[in-house]
Structures are given as structure tokens and as C-alpha cells.
């Protein structure tokens, strides 16, 4: 899905989907970003999350990738999330405690 603020793309393989996540990641989009998410992923498959060098992320936006990865690994599936963010995002998500999430990789279960 394509906003003039975000952008939320899944690309679907066999046994896995990535979802790239760019732009404007944050409260005032975090609606339509998640409504966006819900559309397109299928938690019966391993998630693969890319954070691409975003213009801006909030606490809302690290607490929706919270909550796709308890809904993988409630259905035993792998989640894994690769950032490229800028230094201000990276002292953001270090000092919000997200550190862990953003550099989870994948766990059998």
C-alpha cells in the first residue's frame, strides 16, 4: 500500500512474506499502517520485517511490530525484523527499550 506518508510492502514467497515498512512511521499514520498490515500478511507463513531508512518512527509504530511478533510466534512461525535507521531513530528505539525487537533473529520453535 502506497500513502504520500508511508509505505507498507509485502513480498510473498512460498513458506515466507517480507514487509518493508518506509517513510513516516508514527501515531499519525499508525491507523492506516496496521490497517494496512492487516490486509496483506498471513501469519501462517514465517515474517521477515524490513525497516528501511524511514523519515520518522514512534513508540506506536515499534509496538505494532511488537504485536506481529507475539501473533508469529503464537503460531510458531519465525520473525525477524532488519533496520537501517538513522542515529537520531536508532537513540529513539535504544532509549524506548525496543533495542531487542529491532534486532531479533529468527528462532526455530
Known amino acids: 500500500m502506497k500513502d504520500d506518508n508511508f ?7 512460498d513458506d515466507s512474506l517480507e514487509v518493508i515498512f518506509n ?3 508514527t501515531i499519525n499514520y499508525i491507523q492506516k499502517i496496521k490497517d494496512s498490515v ?3 500478511i498471513d501469519f501462517s507463513k514465517d515474517i521477515f520485517v ?14 505494532l511490530l511488537q504485536s506481529l511478533k507475539k501473533t508469529a510466534e503464537l503460531n510458531k512461525r519465525q520473525f525477524s525484523v532488519k533496520t537501517t535507521l538513522p542515529n537520531e531513530l536508532e537513540s ?3 532509549n524506548s527499550g525496543f533495542s531487542d ?3 531479533s533473529n529468527p528462532v526455530n520453535n
Open 23 to 25: 517513510g513516516q512511521l
Open 92 to 94: 529513539l528505539v535504544s
Open 101 to 103: 525487537l529491532l534486532n
Open 7 to 13: 509505505q507498507v510492502q509485502v513480498k510473498n514467497a
Open 38 to 40: 492487516g490486509e496483506q
Open 50 to 63: 524490513v525497516v528501511d531508512n524511514p523519515d520518522n518512527l514512534d513508540i506506536t509504530f515499534l509496538q
